[in-house]
């Protein structure tokens, strides 16, 4: 067999095995506001939750959701003037149900964390008021409850998701306690490590048959 044939078959055996990852659906996607934020060496609101939406299927309110971030990086700001911040990964980022008929109460359907660093810049000060209001945007990865899978029609998917967290917060000029304005988490299916462990099988396996008969 030809070189060239055998990276033609090559090729379309590499796009048949992955098919299913551009299958997959749309995401999950969460929309949320209130809640008090706590600022110190990390922004936490863990004490009182922000009033969380699911916006793909649902309109009103799903639950709460809870966050915690990384610790501040002070290494990775290049920046003097404090309009931006960095976070490292690590912390915490909950979803509990506790107000959707369909999902038993105080239900956790998404329990993570941030999986790399975030940044924090201040995109608006109001020299009147000393109000300042910051976006925070990171990277987060978890796993999602299957019986929030099931509700949305998902059950065929893993568990494991991943995405990006993204909010406003706002403070009074010294203040380390603030408030939520608003914030979305996008979410997607994540490979399992039993899928990629699969596909590089999969892709072996493909390159020795091609080899053997070339």
């Known amino acids: 067999m030809s070189n060239k044939v055998c990276r033609t078959l090559a090729l379309a055996a590499l796009a048949l095995l ?27 609101n863990w004490d009182t939750p922000a009033t969380l939406n699911l916006v793909n299927s649902v309109l009103g309110a799903l639950g709460r959701v809870k966050i915690t971030t990384g610790e501040i990086n002070d290494a990775l700001d290049p920046n003097p003037l404090d309009t931006i ?28 964390e941030f999986s790399g660093p975030s940044i924090y810049k201040l995109i608006g000060f ?51 306690e603030g408030s939520f304005g608003s914030g979305t988490i996008h979410l997607n299916q994540a490979a399992e490590p039993g899928t990629l462990l699969l596909l590089g099988g999969g892709l072996l396996g493909v390159a020795v048959v091609f080899r053997r008969k070339s």
């Open 18 to 44: 992955m098919v299913p990852a551009s299958a997959l659906a749309d995401g999950i996607h969460f929309g949320f506001s209130g809640g008090t934020v706590t600022a110190n060496t990390a922004l936490s």
């Open 85 to 112: 911040f960095y976070f490292d990964g690590g912390g915490r980022i909950r979803i509990v149900a506790d107000n959707a008929p369909e999902l038993p109460i105080d239900e956790r359907v998404f329990d993570g």
């Open 126 to 176: 109001d020299p009147s008021s000393g109000l300042a209001t910051f976006e925070f945007s990171g990277p987060v990865a978890g796993h999602v409850k299957q019986v929030l899978l099931d509700f949305l029609g998902l059950s065929g998917f893993g568990t494991h998701w991943s995405g990006t967290a993204t909010f406003t917060v706002s403070f009074i000029d010294g203040a380390i």
